[in-house]
């Protein structure tokens, strides 16, 4: 019953590090239910119940992938909007860890839009949808993370 609470534990962080851009949560929290199956032997965590949270991180990882390009998409945003966006992204959580990925994608998508189109409004508008992209993003790996770790306390504890 040791090990159970132990990975319990380990596994518990990473619905909170869904709520911070760029962090690996998902993948964290695959590699210790993973990591479980194998020092249980998959008796407990099974090969079947592996699958299925592979199928919870390949969801993610597109979550993660798209939900900010729909967005800016949705604003308006051009293909060098997205490309901008992305690099202020990048630019931001290095230079203000952890949220300052949300302040690089708006400022790039911002920025590209207005040398492209030089309307400040359609601009706003496009950085704007890739914010509330990636912001839904967010939110819905949460929801994924939360929806992980009550399935791995199901399959350990009452399974």
């Avoid at 993660?64 to 690099?87: P, Q, W």
């Amino acid at each position: 019953m040791f090990l159970p609470i132990i990975f319990t534990i380990l596994i518990f962080p990473g619905m909170f590090m869904a709520l911070i851009p760029m962090m690996p949560a998902m993948p964290y929290m695959f590699l210790v239910v993973l990591a479980y199956g194998f020092m249980d032997g998959f008796e407990v965590v099974t090969l079947q119940d592996i699958g299925i949270f592979a199928g919870i991180l390949i969801i993610s990882i597109l979550i993660d992938y798209f939900a900010g390009i729909v967005g800016a998409k949705y604003g308006g945003a051009s293909r060098k909007g997205i490309l901008f966006g992305f690099l202020g992204l990048v630019l931001g959580v290095l230079l203000l860890p952890p949220f300052g990925g949300f302040i690089g994608l708006f400022i790039g998508v911002f920025i590209a839009e207005f040398v492209l189109k030089s309307d400040a409004q359609k601009a706003i508008k496009a950085a704007t949808g890739s914010l509330i992209g990636s912001i839904s993003g967010i939110l819905l790996n949460t929801l994924l993370a939360i929806i992980f770790f009550i399935l791995f306390i199901i399959f350990v504890f009452f399974i």
